[in-house]
């Protein structure tokens, strides 16, 4: 059982490209998020979706995008990258709305120069 | 808006000693969740334990247990005989019942094992 996978582990832009991190879960769970954490710092929201089809803002989400097109996938999109986005972004999901637990993949690290 | 602040960046703890981490928070909620993650070098979160505000009873698993203070707005975690796989960051963290399951995080703190 792979639970929360995301792609890539690490990963190097310049100032002003894109990329997409990829978030895959195998578990049929219905909400899926994505977090930034900043060194020293707790995780903050950056979007979230409630199932395929909806997605919504967050505490941070600007620079960013997301889309939800099937239960599995939650791709989220850079554009014109920063270095303010220079951070860790974490995928994570949960079951049903009364489910507790988050269940986090293993992060990727971007780095923008 | 809800705040969580853990006011320890780093504690250290020999091996199989007990060590307590703190966290508060702030909310005008009456009901809500809460929890401690663990953060280790590999980066992946796991949840340790969880609290629901309505229940009175600390909630334990295994070695870790919590110090829920509801008027205090107090939640610490307690981590008995210390093992070196123990080592981690910490973190706290809020879910208010209304959300959507949004987390609100404390900072962490670094928890350092000595052998």
């Known amino acids: 059982n792979a639970g929360v996978t995301q792609t890539p582990k690490f990963r190097i832009l310049k100032i002003g490209q894109s990329m997409t991190l990829q978030c895959t879960q195998d578990m049929n769970h219905n909400y899926m998020y994505w977090y930034r954490q900043d060194p020293g710092m707790g995780l903050k929201l950056i979007y979230y979706s409630v199932g395929a089809g909806i997605t919504d803002k967050g505490e941070v989400p600007n620079g960013y995008n997301v889309s939800r097109s099937t239960t599995e996938d939650f791709p989220l999109r850079l554009e014109l990258a920063a270095p303010s986005q220079t951070s860790v972004y974490f995928c994570a999901s949960k079951g049903r709305w009364w489910a507790y637990e988050q269940y986090f993949g293993p992060g990727t690290r971007l780095t923008v120069t | 808006a809800q705040t969580v602040t853990q006011s320890q960046p780093e504690m250290s703890v020999q091996e199989a000693e007990t060590v307590t981490l703190s966290c508060t928070y702030d909310?005008?909620?009456?009901?809500?969740?809460l929890f401690w993650y663990k953060q280790p070098p590999s980066r992946q979160m796991i949840l340790v334990i969880r609290q629901e505000a309505y229940k009175q009873q600390n909630a334990t698993e295994n070695r870790f247990s919590v110090n829920f203070q509801k008027a205090a707005k107090s939640f610490s975690l307690k981590i008995s005989d210390s093992q070196l796989g123990d080592a981690a960051m910490y973190f706290c963290a809020y879910r208010s019942l209304d959300s959507n399951y949004q987390l609100i995080w404390g900072a962490g703190t670094k928890l350092i094992i000595k052998p």
């Open positions: 909310t005008s909620e009456s009901d809500y969740y």
